[in-house]
């Protein structure tokens, strides 16, 4: 995290929690350099949804449980799908992040790790896959910066902002079901990721 505690901004939406610049340029490294290490034992691949259509971002997992999608159907298990060994651990430093900004007594048990390339998008959803629906989801976010749709659970009208690499944000309370997902990305507005792109962590209670 920076050398203070982050600054929180006000998102005009009830539940819907921001933290520009919570991760500064070292902790965002460092961060990154413990997912790229977590990936040589738990490979980036490309899901599918229920249908067969493939995903066009790659995604991973960490921590005791990882959400995976196929033609089996959305669950949680504790086991990567394509080589069958667990998820590596979480790293401390998001641990620490959950338990600062959202203040919840229980740590997250799982950590999914999504790799957006440049064309990668992702669709309006609700993450509601977890046993706990009141916990919350912690996102960060590291290299390019995406654009980022959000608007409420029960449908209407939604918004867009940036997030940049070293922004968190959170859904809670009545966000905790909202609408979100990522328009595109500003390719080339970090030169964190090797190869381009942006990876996104979210945080969350599964079980």
Known sequence: MTADRPRETPT????FRLWPGALDAEAQQALLTE????AQTAPFYRPVTPGGRPF????TGMGPLAWVSD?????YQTTH???DAPWPPMPQSLLDLWDVLTGWPVPPDACLVNLYRHEAKMGLHQDKDEADLGAPVLSVSLGDTAVFRIGPAEGGRTQSLKLASGDV????GPARLARHGIDRLLAGSSQLVPGGGRINLT???AR
């Open 56 to 59: 066009s971002v790659e995604m």
């Open 12 to 15: 005009g939406l009830p539940g």
């Open 169 to 172: 944000c959170a859904l809670t």
């Open 71 to 75: 033609r089996a159907g959305y669950r």
């Open 203 to 205: 945080l969350r209670r």
């Open 81 to 83: 799908p394509v080589t």
């Open 35 to 38: 997912v790229l290490a977590a």
